[in-house]
Structure formats: C-alpha cells, structure tokens
C-alpha cells in the first residue's frame, strides 16, 4: 500500500513526472516498540521514497500546490507545511491518512529550483517477512 499511495500522488500532477527511486526500495524501520519502548511487538514500518523527475525548472511551486490540494481531496489532513532550516531555501509537506495512519511527505531540499522527494510510511503493522 505505500508504493501504491506514492504512485497515485504522483499521477495526480500535471505535467506528468517520473518516479526514480530512492536506494533500494521499500524500507523496513526497526520494530516498532512496546508502549515503554521496552519489548519487541512483532509490528514493523515501511517506507518507500521516490525524487520527482522529468520536471521543468520552475514546476516545483505547481507540484506542492497540486500535491497539496489531492491530500485534501483524498481525505488526508495536512500535519506540517514549513520551510527548513537547513538547508536554507527547503521545505516539507507532510499529511496524514487518518484512516489507516499512513503518513506522506513530499520535501524539497536546495532552494526554489531544488530536488522534490514523495515518500511515505506505514503505520505499525504486522511483520509479514519469513524468518
């Protein structure tokens, strides 16, 4: 289901982009915690990651705008629209499914003409992997 939300916000954009992956792929993050951080859950995060290409100079304002507005349509609440601090001229979209606590985040890195990244997580799921 994450690289399946990262390809619909992405073929939501006009003009169309290309999705280039980012490392190897899906991402397992260690296992998620006991409510003390204490004990292994058997629970497990994913999260997958892709840099927006075959775009124009100057399209990444239209993206997070477009981006922006499909999370609204789709259900997704909107949980940080800022700048960052480093490195100067960045920025991070982030919105969440409250439905299935997916998160997304799309980010911008490099000033106003720099890289986009989609990526998204799971919530806490169970870990589906082979031993």
Same mark, same amino acid.
């Given at each position: 289901m994450v690289d399946q939300s990262l390809h619909a916000a992405a073929d939501s954009l006009r003009p169309e982009v290309t999705l280039g992956k980012i490392g190897a792929g899906l991402g397992l993050h260690p296992p998620c915690a006991g409510p003390n951080d204490d004990r292994d859950t058997g629970? !497990?995060?994913? $999260?997958? *990651?892709?840099?927006?290409?075959?775009?124009?100079? *100057?399209?990444?304002?239209? !993206?997070?705008?477009?981006?922006?507005?499909?999370?609204? *349509?789709?259900?997704?609440? =909107?949980?940080q629209d $800022?700048?960052? $601090?480093?490195?100067?001229? *960045?920025?991070? &979209? %982030?919105? /969440?499914?409250?439905?299935?606590?997916?998160?997304?985040?799309?980010?911008q890195t490099f000033g106003d003409d720099g890289i =986009? %990244? &989609?990526? /998204?997580?799971?919530?806490?799921v169970e870990d589906t992997r082979s031993p």
């Amino acid at each position: 289901m994450v690289d399946q939300s990262l390809h619909a916000a992405a073929d939501s954009l006009r003009p169309e982009v290309t999705l280039g992956k980012i490392g190897a792929g899906l991402g397992l993050h260690p296992p998620c915690a006991g409510p003390n951080d204490d004990r292994d859950t058997g629970r !497990v995060m994913y $999260e997958l *990651g892709y840099h927006l290409d075959g775009m124009q100079t *100057g399209q990444q304002a239209a !993206v997070y705008k477009q981006i922006k507005d499909y999370w609204k *349509g789709n259900g997704y609440i =909107l949980v940080q629209d $800022e700048p960052y $601090e480093a490195p100067p001229g *960045g920025w991070r &979209l %982030t919105a /969440a499914q409250p439905d299935t606590d997916f998160a997304m985040n799309l980010q911008q890195t490099f000033g106003d003409d720099g890289i =986009l %990244t &989609l990526t /998204a997580q799971s919530p806490c799921v169970e870990d589906t992997r082979s031993p």
